[in-house]
Structures are given as C-alpha cells and as structure tokens.
C-alpha cells in the first residue's frame, strides 16, 4: 500500500449540508441511545464474538424452560433486549465501516496536511539560516509547537581514567 494519499476532492456546502442533515436525523431515530463513562464501559460485563453461541443456546433454553428463569429476568424484556441487539448490529456493522472509512481518510488527508507543514516548516529554516526577510520571523512563531528547540544534544559522560 502506498504510504502517499492525494485526495484532491472536496465536498460541496451543499453536500455537506445535506450529509449533516441526515447525521442529525439518524442521530434523531437512536434517540434512545446512551452514553457510558469510561468506568462504567471498564465495569460492564462484555459479551464478545466467542459468547454468542452460549447466548443463542441460553435464548433457547430461556424460552423452552422459563421455570429455570430467576425471578428478576423477565423473559419478555429479555427477548426484546434481544431484538434490539440484532437490529442495533444490522445497523452498527455498516456504519462501522464507514466510520472506520471516514476514520482512514481523515488519516491520510491529515498526514498529507502535516508533511506539507513540516516541510514548509524546514525550507523556512533554511531560509532563516540564510537571513532571507520574514523567515526568521515565520520560524520564531511555527518553533512554539516544538518545545526544546527540536533535534536533542546528546551529553557525554565524563570516564573514569
């Protein structure tokens, strides 16, 4: 894969509007999502990938042998959690993708964006190191976003003879 992207498109205001606009209205079907804190994500028992066999066989058996459900598992509830989980992951594997897409592009495009900063950045410095008019001034105020005046001087220990 080519570490160098070109994206050389942009999207209209009017796309961009209108793609806000249904981001909102999606946004406005999920009104029932919720938001977790860090903590609550850490504390929250996980059901990954190798546990979905062991819940289609509880579902199963829930449902043939509900005189084994303890008294606070309502089967109704549950079976509606269920549903929801399955119409949330039809939903939440194509927007992962393009969240994931969006996610690379932005990448890319940001990394294009910084190596054009970066190497305006040193022809200034070469300019300055020149006494060209203005670039010293240019480099004075980009070197702020490199505390400690870049390239790190290695100290020598003195040894013992």
């Known amino acids: 894969m080519s570490n160098h992207h070109q994206l050389t498109t942009t999207l209209s205001e009017q796309d961009l509007g209108e793609i806000l606009t249904m981001i909102a209205a999606l946004r406005a079907k999920f009104d029932f999502l919720i938001t977790l804190t860090a903590q609550e994500r850490r504390e929250l028992p996980k059901m990954g990938e190798r546990s979905i066999g062991f819940e289609e066989k509880c579902a199963g058996h829930m449902s043939s042998h509900p005189e084994f459900l303890p008294g606070f598992v309502s089967l109704d509830q549950i079976n509606?959690?269920?549903?929801?989980?399955?119409?949330?992951?039809?939903?939440?594997?194509?927007?992962?993708?393009?969240?994931?897409?969006?996610?690379?592009?932005?990448?890319?495009?940001?990394?294009?964006?910084?190596?054009?900063?970066l190497a305006f950045y040193h022809n200034a410095q070469d300019a300055?190191?020149?006494?060209?008019?203005?670039?010293?001034?240019?480099?004075?105020?980009?070197?702020?976003?490199?505390?400690?005046?870049?390239?790190?001087?290695?100290?020598?220990?003195?040894?013992?003879?």
Do not use: Y
């Open 80 to 117: 509606q959690e269920r549903a929801l989980r399955n119409q949330l992951m039809r939903c939440f594997l194509p927007l992962q993708g393009l969240s994931t897409a969006m996610e690379d592009t932005l990448m890319a495009v940001s990394s294009e964006i910084w190596m054009a900063d």
């Open 128 to 161: 300055a190191r020149r006494k060209l008019p203005g670039a010293e001034a240019i480099c004075n105020d980009l070197s702020t976003r490199f505390p400690g005046g870049g390239r790190r001087k290695e100290t020598v220990e003195p040894t013992e003879a």
